[in-house]
């Protein structure tokens, strides 16, 4: 018969939640081990209280594996230490370098033999270290942060080189408005890109929108340009006055419900700056009745490598009043885009700590630090337009490294029709 959980384990008589509980007392375990013995050595090394610039000094390390230190063993708990803590070979050296400030050795023991622990945990347990922190990442939401911003980061890189493209940012805003007949809405879609940067010859930029609907609808889709014109007939839809020069030239092509919009001359290697604004009479109908259960949804997809995105939805007071947008993070790989009303495609939502910040109420409220001049390329659309940008309500959502090929949707119940 088995005599402990790791035996029982070994001879196949333990349940998945019990291999779960197991992994989770060893992590738990461990870190308390570190967090005692590592605060303890410490003590001893003149300076350790005053900072990472005087510990590094004391001990001949570096001043990042003395702040990452410092920030481990100030950890209040068990899985925290674990996500902070160096790896069991910078651990080692620091313990070494201690050993000259008079640690005395059963505190020195001690301390060794929680390393020698925290190695066997990673080594056996979840394999390495990544592992280690995909598992911390399920528990304290800083180990669940930086996990998502590294892995985001590192596909990034990746995809970047891929696609022969990157740019620092993709923003994108729907304006909701009330259609001139009082029964749709009118929807404007600004669309800006900063930094875009073509990585080898020949690559063609594409953006895109389109109409996501469930039904066939009575009028086709003909998006048109600030001025009025259909997109298709314009040599060229960028808001010239908002973008780098010379002048990037984006060319429409409408394809049923979807418009894209092709950069067929991009300048390898020079970072461009491009905004364009596409508007939508009679998109999207204002009155759907509740009992149906359906939501008004805009979604910013992820179509560029990005360092970071940002995506907003600005409404009307007379539309959806009272209502705060919620967020749902797609993944399109296989099923292309998400619509949001379509309840099989929840089996594909990204989990990730991402928000929805109500910005307030106005265009002078709506300031960007990622988007160049964004207040301005927004009051300039609603001049052209005619909207009141003051009565505009916002919402934002931003991110770090957006995952290629994701869908950011932010949807709205719908409003009753009058009786």
Sequence with gaps: MPTNATDAALDGELKPRDLRDTLEVRITRTGNQLLSSLARVLAHVPGSEAGPLRLAAALGVDKVLASRLLKAVRSTDAVTIMHRAPGPEP?????????????????????????DAFEDL???????????????????PDARRDFE??????????????KGMQTDVFAEAAIFWPSADGKNIDVVWLKSVAGLTALRPGVTIKLTSKRGIEAQP????????????PVESVKNTVIPQFCSEPTPELIARVVGESTHYLLERARLGEPIELVLCEVNRAELPRYVPLKLGRRAWASSDISLPAQRCQ??????????PSEQPDLRVYDTAILGLADRNDSARDIDQ??????????????????????????????????????DGSVLRGYRVTSSYPIYGSQYAMSLRTTEPPS
């Design 311 to 320: 995506f907003d939805m600005l409404i009307h007071p007379d539309l959806f």
């Design 122 to 140: 990673i080594r056996t347990g979840t394999g390495d270290r990544s592992g280690l922190e995909a598992i911390l990442s399920a528990w304290a």
């Design 218 to 229: 009575t009028t086709g889709r003909h998006p048109t340009t600030l001025s009025g014109e």
């Design 91 to 115: 651990l080692r050296r620091v313990l070494r370098a201690s050993e000259r400030h008079g640690v005395p050795a059963d505190e020195m023991q001690a301390a060794c033999a929680a390393v």
């Design 149 to 162: 911003l590294r892995r985001k980061q590192a596909a990034f890189r990746a995809v970047s080189q891929l």
């Design 350 to 387: 990204f989990e990730l700590l991402e928000t929805v910040d109500h910005l307030g109420v106005g265009v002078a409220r709506f300031g960007s630090s990622d988007v160049p001049r964004y207040r301005e390329v927004l009051e300039h659309i609603c001049q052209q337009l005619n909207y």
